[in-house]
């Protein structure tokens, strides 16, 4: 600028430098739709990052899963070269050795567009069972050097099987990478779990295998070290709503589908399973895509029937193996939040679809919980069914506050007398069983997301790199604590007294009605409880307000009234925002179109 002799276009230049500055400020600040861009242009300066971006799954092996069988096999996937063979997972008692050897298998490879590095990748799985209930494991080949070393726990199966401590089993759904769900990684990470459960939208991929390589490689310090169950979500798909079936064989299934607890479960489909943990037993079901057809939907009620009908009289007969039956699914049943969720599209909130299909099934085989995802909210009801509190019914959970979108506008809730606990907050539940107190509780933790010094990407992307040590405070809002057969379930807030318990040998829900699961002897008793194939599966509702069983329409009114002026002040400040990145824009090609005419 000094060798410029016009003092006019000093000034000029000057101010088009500063016009430069801002605009690229404008640009790269945004912390609405645009932040992709500031994700772009930040991110890739850091070397190592929380989620991977370009993750390379040819050699060492990356993307490690876990799960256990009912008999304590444990099955461990992994994506790899298909060029690598053979692949063999070692297992030791002590690091570095290998007790055990087990050569690997390689999934179908996947070509083209949805295949794992364009096919030259794969999915490869590996059971063991080892004789005790923490080994280290590690893929070795005799051409590359061996992986990672890891260490896997296996946690207890059956009831008799919990130490005097007890078992944690987390649960948490929709978490996808970014918004909040870097906190809720933190916190599962400095949690004490013996496994995980995410009720669908797990990586929020819809068919991209780069942000499911991206996902799977940033979970991989909870993954490795314990088992992972899962059933499929929308967001498990391609474009959310179509096209189920190729996406779920090409991202989901290749990674997560558990072919073999599906075999042991009697399954037709990879899709929904069974399995047990800390002597519950848990059905994994699948309400997305393909699974919504009729002839499909038959099948898994069918098969839905036949597991919880052995699992009942499992659980009366041996209850050293099962004392609870845990339903885990994407969509809920019940729910009462309005933005854009439970009453107002097919897409998202209540699924009446699968609600009068499996809602019989639940009750007829004494199903005590059902935990879902799909809305960002925590809510839990207290024993239900059929849009009536009946203390027969499940007690229905929703925690899809796994840290993707938890948005301020779910925060507004119709009031509803089945809800006993409602919060639109990032978190994660906790199934815990203590063996003590003959004792299932599930509690939502809240994870406090204070802390990030940016935006929610900013913390994605290197904050937690940048402080391993930074904790993230973890705070109980919310407790429910079923008992055994023995004893009373009862709905208890966090400060509840816990009430004197009844000396009766039957199970009582809450007060006074008794759970019968005397079996059937004729099948018209089969059908007329369970009504497995009723003549006209319902459809997809598009009623607005449809199934809404709150008693003042007033309330729902007005609440939908806050919900419009939350969504005018989001647009508002997004049209804001999108306004300065368009003049920053502006302002970028003036400076470039003046400063060619300019001459120094």
């Known amino acids: 600028m000094l060798l410029c002799e016009n003092s006019t276009q000093k000034y000029r230049i000057c101010v088009l430098g500063l016009a430069t500055f801002v605009a690229f400020v404008l640009i790269t600040r945004q912390d609405t739709s645009f932040n992709e861009w500031s994700h772009v242009i930040r991110g890739r300066r850091s070397h190592a990052l929380l989620w991977p971006e370009d993750v390379q799954c040819s050699w060492p092996p990356t993307q490690f899963r876990t799960y256990v069988l009912d008999d304590n096999t444990a099955v461990i996937t992994w994506v790899a070269s298909t060029a690598v063979h ?10 570095g050795s290998c007790d055990q050897s087990v050569k690997a298998t390689p999934k179908p490879v996947v070509t083209g567009k949805y295949g794992i590095d364009n096919g030259r990748s794969t999915v490869w799985s590996a059971s063991i069972k080892m004789d005790v209930s923490s080994f280290f494991y590690s893929v070795q080949s005799d051409k590359r050097a061996p992986s990672q070393e890891y260490t896997l726990t296996i946690p207890p199966v059956n009831y008799e099987a919990v130490p005097d401590q007890g078992a944690t089993v987390g649960v948490v759904g929709d978490m996808g990478r970014y918004w909040s769900a ?14 995980l459960i995410i009720p669908g939208d797990v990586a929020y991929g819809n068919g991209d295998t780069k942000k499911w390589n991206s996902y799977m490689q940033g979970m991989q310090p909870i993954f490795t070290r314990m088992p992972l169950y899962t059933c499929p979500g929308n967001h498990e798909t391609i474009d959310e709503w179509n096209a189920f079936e190729d996406a779920m064989a090409s991202a989901y299934d290749q990674r997560l589908g558990p072919v073999e607890a599906a075999e042991r479960s009697k399954s037709p489909s990879v899709f929904y399973y069974s399995f047990r943990l800390a002597g519950i037993h848990f059905a994994s079901v699948c309400v997305e895509g393909e699974c919504r057809k009729k002839e499909n939907a038959d099948k898994q009620a069918k098969w839905l029937h036949e597991d919880l009908k052995k699992a009942a009289k499992l659980r009366k007969n041996r209850p050293d193996y099962i004392r609870w039956i845990v339903i885990i699914q994407h969509r809920c049943h019940y729910c009462t939040t309005l933005a854009e969720r439970c009453h107002t599209t097919a897409n998202h909130g209540i699924d009446k679809f699968f609600k009068v299909l499996f809602e019989p099934i639940y009750k007829r085989h004494g199903v005590d919980l059902v935990i879902s995802g799909h809305d960002h909210v925590y809510e839990r ?33 119709v009031d509803s007398e089945l809800t006993a606990y409602k919060a639109s907050k990032t978190g994660y539940g906790r199934l815990r069983v203590d063996q003590q107190a003959h004792s299932l509780t599930f509690e939502m933790v809240l994870v406090n997301t204070e802390g990030c010094p940016s935006t929610a990407r900013d913390c994605s992307v290197n904050f937690f790199v940048q402080n391993p040590d930074w904790k993230v405070k973890l705070t109980v809002a919310d407790s429910v604590t079923l008992y055994t057969r023995e004893k009373q379930s009862v709905s208890l807030p966090p400060t509840s007294v816990k009430p004197t318990l009844p000396t009766t040998k039957t199970m009582k ?25 009723p003549k006209t599966l319902p459809q997809a509702l598009t009623t607005e307000d449809e199934g ?31 306004f300065l990145v368009y003049v920053g824009l502006f302002m970028t090609f003036a400076i470039v179109i003046v400063v060619s005419r300019s001459s120094c």
Request: aromatic share 6%.
């Open 509 to 533: 829900r809450l007060d006074t009605s008794t759970v019968d699961i005397t079996e059937p002897t004729t099948t018209s008793e089969i059908t007329k409880t369970v009504s497995l194939e």
């Open 548 to 578: 809404l069983t709150d008693k003042s329409t007033k309330e729902f009114t007005t609440a939908r009234q806050r919900i419009q002026k939350v969504k005018q002040i989001t647009r508002k400040r997004t049209g804001i925002n999108a």
């Open 381 to 413: 009801t207290f024993n239900v069914y059929k849009e009536k509190r009946d203390h027969e019914g499940p007690i229905h959970i929703q925690v899809g506050t796994g840290g993707h979108n938890v948005k301020e506008e779910y925060k507004c809730f």
């Open 86 to 95: 053979p692949q063999i997972l070692c297992a030791g008692r002590n690091s």
């Open 182 to 195: 870097p906190f809720t990684r933190k916190g599962l990470m400095d949690d004490t779990l013996d496994a």
